[in-house]
């Protein structure tokens, strides 16, 4: 596609329920990023892949957050066990190359808006 | 830690005057680059430095870069309503930003 796609837009769910986030980044990036960001807040990072390389999970706030990217494309963030601190807009970003090409220029999805009620 | 700590946090000018915003990082890079983010969505990369450069310019935008002191500067000329946004910094890692600038500009 012609930009980063993230799905669903927004999502409300029940506390304590499973949510499942998706990105579907610019073809050919094989790096790729999730982010969350909270109310007026910067941008936290979650989790990092790098083409066929173990991600780095080092941004995840608990075992309740896991992601996969099959195929070195789309990826999936899911949320366990949904809490209420866990509301936030998710962003998913996309690069051409790793931190170390000197390319750098990642490309942001719109982010989803999570609620947990 | 975090990468890319901008100051300052707010920022609040009259369109027309120049708008400028800080960033300092701890690590050696190869590249910083400067995000914009309205509304609280997606990111919009600006302009992208490298570590041989000191200065680098676009559009409206001026980027300087001092490896010395780990920091750069974004520099924002003859502002606009339209620029009010947040600015984010980021090393190439692209794994760490900071809170950002929240930038107003009054018409």
């Known amino acids: 596609g012609a930009g980063v796609s993230q799905s669903p837009s927004n999502k409300v769910t029940e506390k304590g329920k499973d949510v499942e986030l998706r990105c579907d980044p610019i073809s050919g990036h094989t790096a790729l990023y999730w982010y969350r960001q909270s109310l007026g807040q910067g941008l936290e990072f979650l989790i990092y892949?790098?083409?066929?390389?173990?991600?780095?999970k080092s941004g995840l706030p608990s075992d309740r957050f896991s992601a996969e990217r099959t195929g070195g494309s789309v990826s999936t963030l899911t949320i366990q066990r949904t809490q209420q601190e866990d509301s936030a807009v998710y962003l998913c970003?996309?690069?051409?190359?790793?931190?170390?090409?000197?390319?750098?220029?990642?490309?942001f999805g719109q982010g989803t808006r999570l609620t947990v009620v | 830690s975090q990468q890319g700590e901008e100051d300052p946090q707010a920022l609040s000018i009259q369109e027309g005057e120049n708008a400028t915003m800080n960033c300092s990082y701890k690590?050696?890079?190869?590249?910083l680059q400067w995000y914009r983010q309205n509304s609280g969505r997606g990111l919009v990369h600006l302009i992208l430095?490298?570590?041989?450069?000191r200065e680098k310019h676009s559009g409206r935008l001026r980027v300087t870069l001092d490896t010395s002191k780990k920091s750069s500067s974004l520099l924002i000329t003859a502002s606009r309503a339209a620029d009010t946004a947040s600015y984010f910094c980021?090393?190439?890692?692209?794994?760490?930003f900071g809170a950002g600038t929240r930038l107003t500009v009054k018409p």
């Open positions: 690590t050696s890079i190869n590249n």
């Open positions: 980021a090393t190439d890692a692209e794994r760490r």
């Open positions: 892949f790098q083409g066929n390389s173990a991600p780095d």
């Open positions: 970003a996309s690069s051409l190359a790793g931190p170390l090409t000197g390319q750098g220029k990642a490309f």
């Open positions: 430095i490298r570590s041989n450069e």
